[in-house]
């Protein structure tokens, strides 16, 4: 786990999302799978062992809170199912489901994070993209998309950005790997 340094440096928020290579995110089971390889595994597991906090959207954690909790014995879920979920939501959230998760209400989502931020500790993981990562990015915490492509045309979906996502962001790092999944990682820019 990364720590916050002796100099107070920020933890990093970085959005992890599966992404087609035409743009869309929904269904990922069904499509990204067969690029899913030891070497993207080990990605995967480096990216989550960095974090020891996930941020999640209401509807993405309520998703995942159905499946998680039963998924263990492998160093992914167990690390998953261990660190500190906290979910975004403006109505009532059932978290006794998928222990520990702390409930973070809408209207407060930017100052919390900015407190989260602040705090020791590894990076803070959001899984997806969507109107979370959106205030994120506006608001200037974000610090990394990390947006694994796979080589699957979809033709319609759920997009990877809406038209209230609009920015820039500069490069930081690509990974290309043996199945044709590729990873690209960026840094959204402020906007001017």
């Not at 743009?23 to 390889?37: A, E, M």
């Not at 989550?48 to 809170?65: F, Q, V």
């Not at 993209?129 to 694994?148: F, K």
Request: glycine share 10%; net charge negative.
């Amino acid at each position: 786990m990364r720590e916050q340094s002796e100099h107070g440096a920020p933890r990093r928020i970085v959005g992890f999302t599966h992404a087609t290579l035409d743009g869309y995110i929904d269904d990922p089971q069904n499509w990204s799978f067969p690029y899913f390889d030891e070497e993207l595994q080990d990605y995967g597991l480096q990216t989550t062992l960095a974090a020891d906090a996930l941020l999640l959207g209401r509807l993405t954690y309520e998703g995942m809170a159905q499946a998680w909790p039963t998924r263990g014995g492998d160093p992914f879920a167990d690390h998953v199912n261990a660190i500190t979920k906290y979910v975004v939501a403006s109505r009532e959230v059932d978290t006794t489901a998928w222990d520990p998760t702390v409930v973070v209400a809408g209207p407060d989502l930017l100052d919390e994070v900015g407190r989260l931020k602040q705090a020791a500790g590894g990076d803070i993981l959001v899984w997806g993209t969507g109107r979370l990562t959106d205030a994120l990015a506006a608001a200037g915490l974000l610090d990394e998309y990390r947006i694994c492509t796979s080589p699957v045309i979809k033709g319609g979906g759920e997009p990877l950005f809406r038209s209230s996502s609009t920015g820039t962001a500069e490069l930081l790092d690509t990974r290309v790997f043996a199945t044709g999944a590729v990873v690209h990682v960026y840094r959204p820019l402020p906007t001017p």
